[in-house]
C-alpha cells in the first residue's frame, strides 16, 4: 500500500523560518480574500465582520461559550437542533479569550479562527515538507489556502482549529512522537465528530509500528506496506532520491533522535498515545449519552435531530441523482459528479504515491464521512477542507514549476477563490 514509515524528523533549526514563504504566502491569500469579501459586502450593505463571527454554526458556539450547553430549538416539523451537536473545545476557547481580555464571544472565536489557521498552515507544511520537501509543502499549504470554500478558515467555525490539530497529530506520528499525536488526537476529538479520522490514522500507524517492532530489528527495512526499505522514506521526501545509508531508524526517540528499534521506552510512549488518542471524542459522546440519558448512542440522537447521520451516501446519491430530473439543474448534478470523481481520483494519487499510511487513512475517513453522511449536502466541501493530504498529488508538479508560472497560477486561482468567498458569503454561505 505504501512504503512509508514514521521516522526520525532531523533537527532543523529554525523551524518557523523554514516556514515562513508557506505562512507569508497563506497569509497574503487570506488577507486577499478578507479584502474582497470586505468590499463585496459593503457594496451590499452588510458587515463582513458579522458574516465571519455571527452566523450560521458560529451563533451556536458562542451560546454555548456564554451559556453553556442545554439549549435547542423545536423545529415545526418535530426536528430539534440541541447545541450538544456542537463539540466544546471552541467554545471552551472562545470562553477563556473572553476571561482574560476584553474581546467579546464572538471576537474570541474570529481570534481563534485566525490563529488556528496559521497553525494549520504551518502543520500542512510540517507534513508536507517532511514528505516531499520544503517546496511541495509551500504548494500544499498555498492550494488549502484557495480552495473555494477557504473563506470559512476565517471564520468562527472549528475547522481552521480542527485542521491544525489533525495535521500536527499526523506529523507527530510521522516522526514518532506518540505521546504528542495521542494528546493532539484527542484535542481534536473534541473539536468535530470528525476527530474518528485522527484517531484512525494513530491507532493504525500504532498498530503497524507495533506489528513492525515484533518482526525484530532484522526487518528494519520493511515499512507501512511492507514492501520496500526505510531509504524510501528520504526517497519520498527528496522527489526519489533514497537515501544510502539505509539505517534510517523506525522508531525515534522524545526528541527525535534515532534510537535503535525496541529501545526502551518507546512502546510504553506509543502505548500512552494510542490511549489517550480516542479520549475526546469518547469522553464527549458518553457525556452527551448521560446527559440525555440514551447512553452510548444519545449522541447520535442528538445528530438525528439536525438530520445528520451516516447512511453510506444513499441520500448524497439520491441528491445528486435528483438534480438530473430538470434541465436546469442537471448540469449541477453533473457537476458533483465530476467532484466526487476528482476526489477519488486524487485519493488514488495519493496512494499510487505511496503516501504515508497515517495520511492515507486519515484523508480516506474524512472524505468518507464528509460523502456519506446524510448532513445538508451544501456543507460537503466545507467538511472535506480538513482533508488536506488529497492536496499533495496537485502540490508536487506544482513545486517542480519555476517560480514565477506557480505564483501566477496560485495568484489566479486566489483572486477567483476570494471573489468566489465573497459571493458564497453574501449569499447561502456555509450552514
Known amino acids: 500500500m505504501t512504503d512509508l514509515e514514521t521516522r526520525a524528523a532531523p533537527a532543523r533549526p529554525g523551524a518557523l523560518r523554514r516556514a515562513a514563504p508557506a505562512l507569508l504566502g497563506y497569509a497574503a491569500v487570506r488577507a486577499l480574500g478578507l479584502l474582497v469579501l470586505a468590499l463585496w459586502s459593503e457594496a451590499r450593505g452588510k458587515s463582513a465582520y458579522t458574516l465571519l463571527t455571527a452566523r450560521w454554526d458560529a451563533l451556536w458556539y458562542t451560546r454555548v461559550a456564554e451559556l453553556g450547553y442545554g439549549y435547542e430549538v423545536r423545529l ?9 451537536a456542537f463539540f466544546p473545545l471552541l467554545p471552551w476557547l472562545e470562553r477563556l479569550v473572553a476571561a482574560v481580555s476584553p474581546l467579546s464571544y464572538a471576537d474570541g472565536g474570529f481570534v481563534v479562527a485566525v490563529l488556528a489557521s496559521l497553525a494549520a498552515a504551518w502543520g500542512i507544511f510540517a507534513v508536507a515538507d517532511h514528505v516531499y520537501g520544503p517546496r511541495a509543502g509551500v504548494c500544499a499549504v498555498l492550494l488549502w489556502a484557495v480552495l473555494p470554500v477557504g473563506v470559512v478558515q476565517s471564520m468562527a467555525y472549528s475547522e481552521s482549529l480542527f485542521t ?19 494528546v493532539l488526537a484527542s484535542l481534536a476529538g473534541l473539536t468535530r465528530p470528525v476527530g474518528l479520522a485522527v484517531v484512525a490514522a494513530v491507532w493504525a500507524a500504532g498498530v503497524v509500528s507495533f506489528l513492525h517492532d515484533r518482526r525484530g530489528a532484522g526487518e528494519e527495512h520493511h515499512s507501512f ?8 522514506v528520504d526517497g519520498a521526501r527528496s522527489g526519489g532520491r533514497a537515501a544510502s545509508g539505509g539505517n534510517t531508524p523506525r522508531t525515534p526517540s522524545a526528541g ?16 500512552v498515545g494510542l490511549f489517550a488518542a480516542p479520549l475526546g471524542t469518547a469522553g464527549y459522546v458518553l457525556w452527551v449519552g448521560h446527559r440525555t440519558g440514551k447512553g452510548p448512542f444519545g449522541y447520535l440522537d442528538v445528530q438525528a435531530g439536525w438530520r445528520n447521520g451516516f ?35 486524487l485519493y488514488v ?14 484523508a480516506g475517513t474524512v472524505a468518507v464521512l464528509a460523502l456519506c453522511a446524510s448532513s445538508y449536502f451544501g456543507s460537503k466541501p466545507r467538511l472535506l477542507m480538513p482533508a488536506f493530504p488529497l492536496l499533495l498529488p496537485l502540490a508536487l508538479p506544482l513545486s ?11 495568484g489566479s486561482v486566489a483572486v477567483a477563490s476570494a471573489v468566489y468567498g465573497a459571493f458564497w458569503l453574501n449569499g447561502s454561505g456555509p450552514p
Open 400 to 410: 517542480r514549476l519555476r517560480t514565477p508560472r506557480s505564483t501566477l497560477v496560485v
Open 164 to 182: 491544525a490539530l489533525a495535521a500536527w497529530s499526523l506529523y507527530a506520528v510521522l516522526t514518532g512522537r506518540w505521546v504528542t499525536a495521542g
Open 311 to 345: 447512511d453510506g451516501g444513499f441520500a448524497f446519491a439520491r441528491f445528486t441523482a435528483e438534480k438530473f430530473t430538470s434541465f436546469p439543474s442537471a448540469p449541477a448534478g453533473l457537476g458533483l459528479i465530476v467532484g466526487v470523481g476528482l476526489l477519488v481520483w
Open 256 to 271: 527525535g533522535a534515532p534510537v535503535p528499534p525496541g529501545a526502551p521506552g518507546v512502546g510504553v510512549r506509543r502505548a
Open 349 to 362: 494519487l495519493c496512494a499510487r504515491q505511496r503516501q504515508p499510511l497515517p495520511l492515507l487513512v486519515y
Open 76 to 84: 415545526a416539523n418535530g426536528d430539534v437542533h440541541s447545541n450538544l
Open 225 to 232: 506496506g511492507g514492501s520496500r526499505g526505510a531509504a524510501a
